[in-house]
């Protein structure tokens, strides 16, 4: 599913809730705003490896899903899975 689902979906099901379960998943989400964004650990290659973005990288959503689709597609080796 994409944003636009998701959210569409989310406003079809809460239109079905009671007002508790709606302020109850108000909280909720306000909870998920609120906590921290934690980085993602390299795993067993912490420290051995490193990994950065050139500030001037720039690809397009569409380059982006398209080099995804390319990957999938065609079974290309994907370092990072």
Request: aromatic fraction near 4%.
């Amino acid at each position: 599913m994409n944003r636009a689902e998701i959210e569409q979906a989310l406003l079809t099901e809460i239109h079905t809730l009671p007002l508790e379960k709606v302020e109850a998943t108000l909280n909720f989400v306000l909870s998920l705003k609120n906590q921290p964004v934690k980085k993602r650990r390299l795993g067993l290659l912490k420290g051995k490896v490193e990994f950065a973005i050139a500030e001037d990288f720039k690809m397009t959503d569409e380059e982006f899903l398209h080099s995804l689709t390319a990957i999938s597609s065609h079974k290309i080796a994907c370092p990072l899975s």
